[in-house]
């Protein structure tokens, strides 16, 4: 008799149908990638899952091969959009057909939801090739992005520059975040990040996503000490920032950097963010990491003067019209 072939299929189950001990070493083996390619402490991230898997209040999907977890997906939805918040097939599993298989019972698992109109998607730790075919691509936008990254000497050898508008560069504080919003919606008007991320296109977004930066850890641990606001000399108002954040003990993540319209190409954002490199570089970072769309040509130029190298690439997919 011929041999069987042992190529059990992987099966999507629901998150809440797992315990802590199911995700556990899935968990410690991404808290390790996290860690390799992206010089990021997904600890405290991962003991937040545990909490959330322990009450059943994570939402998405696992795969199971036999009887050990080989990925996940878990999502959020926030009114009509849902956000699909982490991503990840262990190692040995990482075929695209897994990947895939993950991602289109999540992604289905989200349109379902009643009144579901937009899912957004930034997936860093996705192995498959970008340009190969994503579940329900008739309702999807792919933009891809780079995950970039700049040593310490580089950052501290930066020059300063005068930029060529009066401005004065202070310490961010909690006083100034509705005009940040104010100006992160202006700064993304029209913007290819405000197709990626919604939020970007309205006051009420921007301070949503502001909140989510200044607040909570997803992105980091927020520097108040690193995230440096410009404001115009002429009108008293804020008109560029650079928000920093740690995303381990040595290494830095610029959160955002955006500079008003009228004030661009004034060497305004260089400078905003070579304070912010200099002041995580003082709080301990010997790295400062950033991600940033492959077709936002003006940022890339400005984080290459400055010595960002590109370490990564992944896509941010977003479905609409399903
Ligand atoms: C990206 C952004 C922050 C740059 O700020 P800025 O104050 O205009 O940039 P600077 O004047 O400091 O530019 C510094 C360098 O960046 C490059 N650069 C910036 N804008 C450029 C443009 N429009 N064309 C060509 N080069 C540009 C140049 O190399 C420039 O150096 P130089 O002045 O010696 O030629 C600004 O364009 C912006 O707010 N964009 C919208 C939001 C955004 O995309 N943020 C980044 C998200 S990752």
């Known amino acids: 008799m011929a041999a069987r072939l042992d190529v059990a ?4 189950v629901e998150l809440g149908a797992l315990t802590v001990r199911d995700l556990d070493p899935l968990l410690a083996e991404e808290i390790g990638v996290w860690e390799q390619r992206f010089a990021w402490d997904f600890r405290p991230s991962a003991d937040l899952l545990r909490r959330f898997v322990q009450i059943q209040s994570l939402y998405g999907y696992a795969l199971i091969s036999r009887t050990s977890v080989i990925g996940y997906a878990y999502y959020v939805c926030e009114g009509r959009k849902g956000l699909i918040g982490d991503f990840y097939v262990r190692r040995e599993f990482a075929t695209p057909a897994h990947e895939m298989m993950l991602l289109g019972a999540t992604v289905q698992g989200l349109m379902l939801v009643s009144g579901m109109r937009r899912i957004e998607s930034q997936l860093m730790l996705l192995r498959a090739p970008l340009n190969q075919p994503f579940p329900f691509s008739r309702h999807l936008t792919r933009h891809d992005r780079y995950f970039m990254e700049v040593n310490r000497e580089a950052a501290i050898a930066l020059p300063a520059k005068t930029p060529a508008v009066r401005v004065k560069l202070l310490p961010w504080t909690e006083r100034y975040q509705e005009e940040i919003a104010h100006l992160v919606s202006a700064a993304y008007r029209g913007h290819v990040d405000s197709e990626i ?4 296109r309205t006051i009420p977004g921007a301070r949503h996503f502001l909140t989510n930066i200044v607040k909570y850890p997803g992105c980091g641990n927020f520097s108040q000490h690193a995230s440096v606001i410009a404001v115009d000399d002429n009108t008293g108002r804020v008109c560029g920032v650079c928000l920093a954040s ?9 959160t955002q950097l955006c500079i008003l319209p009228a004030l661009r190409q004034a060497r305004l954002g260089y400078e905003l963010l070579r304070q912010s490199l200099l002041r995580l570089v003082e709080a301990g970072c010997t790295s400062v990491s950033l991600t940033v769309t492959c077709s936002n040509v003006d940022a890339i130029r400005l984080y290459e003067s400055v010595g960002f190298r590109t370490l990564n690439t992944f896509p941010a997919l977003v479905w609409e019209g399903f």
């Open 197 to 200: 991320n919604d939020q970007y």
């Open 9 to 12: 299929l992987p099966e999507v």
């Open 246 to 254: 740690l995303v381990s003990a040595h290494s830095g993540h610029i």
